[in-house]
């Protein structure tokens, strides 16, 4: 992966005081190979290390004292530079609705970001509308009603039977889009979101549609998603779309699966546009501004995680992960016990959520780990031992009263004596799902 090859190129320098030329070449090498296998579309790459060259060869390097930790710095400034520098976000509109307009492939996550968009803008005290414009696939009116409903804000579309119906032929993408904000204006909503079709492949006419609906309503933002797997192709589809459409910010979607991070990189650095937001999932929540600085960093610190993970091996405790392997092998029942001496192992890991955090698809259960707090495990350790031995090991006898009994001694309220056995019964799931994957004994104590 990148950060592997990056790492090891950047372990090279690591002990050097002073780097000649030929050094200098050598990294720059490693890291044009690293970007290139990552994906990376080869004209970004050739910008991006001609410009970490020149800098790497510059005074700010020979004069630093450590002239490899410099060149990583550089590394990472000029990634978050292409990355959109800081974080942008959402231009809202000064008078009326903000009009934002979504664009790009069939398939990529428009429709899904729609609901995530605008549920998260609902969140804020926002009252999004979505308008469906998209009407070239048959169900795509009523998937963007369900992602509606699911976030709780109105669509309007050309159909009956919706929140608002249309008064526009059904067959127009354009009509439909400026009536919906029109509608919107009316309704005082002041967010329209504008979903709108696409094709498998660039094709003119879409991109005509695409245009002619941005010229209908004039958004404040128009945002180009992009499926982060998309690879090599990303840069073509970004420059289609950037002359069709000219869009004003991106949206990566996908980046929970394992998409090598190149098309981030390709598209801002070939469009020039941002990416202000990640999606990372099919649920509505899955959804995150885009922070190019710890992208950035991402990328690059994911060198560390080979250190973490020999630090987390050498404070796991073998001996409990043999005892619990065995049980796998048995098929014997994850118990509150087991669930107790596994949060201890991740506290005997210490940097594990650290660890975590830079693991790649770690996107995903980044909300949770950045909410992991090691004192939880206290408060779980309390709760378990004031539970009497019977009810550690079947858990479902756990009634109101011995409820409220735990809580009581171990001094918590009731809701988080649930809320551990609630998160017990999760880990309880997951570890027979590892069991019959044979995976390793995890870390299922997350709180969620
Ligand atoms: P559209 O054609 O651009 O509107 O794309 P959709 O929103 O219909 O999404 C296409 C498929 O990708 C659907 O199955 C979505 O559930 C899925 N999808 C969308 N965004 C994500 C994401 O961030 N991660 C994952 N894993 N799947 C996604
Ligand atoms: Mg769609």
Redesign the pocket.
Same mark, same amino acid.
């Given at each position: 992966s990148l950060s592997d090859r990056l790492t090891a190129t950047f372990k090279n320098l690591r002990g050097k005081g002073r780097l000649t030329e030929a050094d200098v070449d050598a990294t720059v090498r490693e890291i044009r190979r690293a970007l290139l296998d990552a994906d990376v579309a080869v004209p970004v790459v050739r910008e991006f290390t001609a410009r970490i060259r020149e800098r790497a060869l510059g005074a700010e390097v020979s004069a630093a004292l450590n002239p490899s930790q410099q060149i990583v710095k550089i590394v990472n400034e000029e990634l978050q530079e292409i990355l959109g520098g800081e974080t942008r976000r959402i231009r809202l509109a000064k008078t009326g609705p903000t009009i934002i307009m979504?664009a790009? @492939?069939?398939?990529?996550?428009? /429709?899904? @970001?729609?609901g995530k968009l605008a549920k998260w803008l609902k969140a804020q005290g926002h009252s999004p509308v979505l308008v469906a414009a998209?009407l070239q696939r048959p169900n795509?009116v009523t998937?963007l009603q369900i992602v509606g409903e699911r976030a709780g804000v109105p669509v309007f579309a050309p159909h009956p039977g919706t929140t608002s119906d249309l008064d526009v032929p059904t067959g127009d993408p354009v009509a439909v889009a400026r009536s919906g904000v029109d509608e919107a204006r009316q309704k005082l909503h002041d967010v329209v979101i504008v979903?709108t079709a696409?094709r498998l492949g660039v094709d003119a006419e879409m991109m005509d549609q695409a245009r002619r609906i941005r010229q209908a309503i004039i958004p404040n933002e128009v945002l180009f998603?992009i499926?982060s797997m998309i690879g090599q192709d990303a840069v073509n589809t970004a420059v289609a779309f950037d002359e069709g459409v000219n869009f004003t910010g991106v949206v990566l $979607?996908? @980046?929970?699966?394992d998409a090598r991070g190149g098309a981030a990189l390709s598209v801002a650095s070939v469009t020039g546009k941002p990416v202000m937001f990640a $999606? /990372?999932?099919?649920g509505l929540d899955?959804?995150e501004l885009f922070h190019p600085d710890r992208m950035a960093s991402r990328i690059l610190d994911m060198g560390d995680v080979l250190t973490l993970i020999e630090q987390a091996e050498k404070n796991w405790d073998k001996d409990e992960a043999a005892r619990m392997a065995k049980k796998f092998a048995d098929q014997e029942d994850f118990t509150l016990d087991d669930f107790l001496a596994q949060m201890q192992q991740i506290r005997n890991m210490g940097s594990m959520k650290k660890m975590l955090m830079m693991m790649p698809g770690a996107q995903n259960i980044r909300q949770q780990l950045e909410q992991f707090d090691e004192r939880e495990i206290d408060r779980v350790e309390a709760i378990v031992r004031s539970m009497t031995p019977h009810e550690r090991l079947a858990p479902k006898i756990i009634n109101g009263s011995r409820r409220a009994r735990i809580a009581r001694g171990s001094g918590v309220h009731v809701s988080e004596v649930n809320g551990l056995l609630e998160r017990f019964a999760q880990a309880q799931k997951m570890m027979k799902k590892l069991a019959q994957g044979g995976g390793m004994p995890g870390m299922p104590g997350m709180p969620g």
């Amino acid at each position: 992966s990148l950060s592997d090859r990056l790492t090891a190129t950047f372990k090279n320098l690591r002990g050097k005081g002073r780097l000649t030329e030929a050094d200098v070449d050598a990294t720059v090498r490693e890291i044009r190979r690293a970007l290139l296998d990552a994906d990376v579309a080869v004209p970004v790459v050739r910008e991006f290390t001609a410009r970490i060259r020149e800098r790497a060869l510059g005074a700010e390097v020979s004069a630093a004292l450590n002239p490899s930790q410099q060149i990583v710095k550089i590394v990472n400034e000029e990634l978050q530079e292409i990355l959109g520098g800081e974080t942008r976000r959402i231009r809202l509109a000064k008078t009326g609705p903000t009009i934002i307009m979504l664009a790009g @492939l069939q398939g990529a996550g428009k /429709t899904t @970001l729609a609901g995530k968009l605008a549920k998260w803008l609902k969140a804020q005290g926002h009252s999004p509308v979505l308008v469906a414009a998209d009407l070239q696939r048959p169900n795509a009116v009523t998937q963007l009603q369900i992602v509606g409903e699911r976030a709780g804000v109105p669509v309007f579309a050309p159909h009956p039977g919706t929140t608002s119906d249309l008064d526009v032929p059904t067959g127009d993408p354009v009509a439909v889009a400026r009536s919906g904000v029109d509608e919107a204006r009316q309704k005082l909503h002041d967010v329209v979101i504008v979903d709108t079709a696409g094709r498998l492949g660039v094709d003119a006419e879409m991109m005509d549609q695409a245009r002619r609906i941005r010229q209908a309503i004039i958004p404040n933002e128009v945002l180009f998603v992009i499926d982060s797997m998309i690879g090599q192709d990303a840069v073509n589809t970004a420059v289609a779309f950037d002359e069709g459409v000219n869009f004003t910010g991106v949206v990566l $979607s996908k @980046l929970d699966g394992d998409a090598r991070g190149g098309a981030a990189l390709s598209v801002a650095s070939v469009t020039g546009k941002p990416v202000m937001f990640a $999606s /990372t999932g099919e649920g509505l929540d899955d959804f995150e501004l885009f922070h190019p600085d710890r992208m950035a960093s991402r990328i690059l610190d994911m060198g560390d995680v080979l250190t973490l993970i020999e630090q987390a091996e050498k404070n796991w405790d073998k001996d409990e992960a043999a005892r619990m392997a065995k049980k796998f092998a048995d098929q014997e029942d994850f118990t509150l016990d087991d669930f107790l001496a596994q949060m201890q192992q991740i506290r005997n890991m210490g940097s594990m959520k650290k660890m975590l955090m830079m693991m790649p698809g770690a996107q995903n259960i980044r909300q949770q780990l950045e909410q992991f707090d090691e004192r939880e495990i206290d408060r779980v350790e309390a709760i378990v031992r004031s539970m009497t031995p019977h009810e550690r090991l079947a858990p479902k006898i756990i009634n109101g009263s011995r409820r409220a009994r735990i809580a009581r001694g171990s001094g918590v309220h009731v809701s988080e004596v649930n809320g551990l056995l609630e998160r017990f019964a999760q880990a309880q799931k997951m570890m027979k799902k590892l069991a019959q994957g044979g995976g390793m004994p995890g870390m299922p104590g997350m709180p969620g």
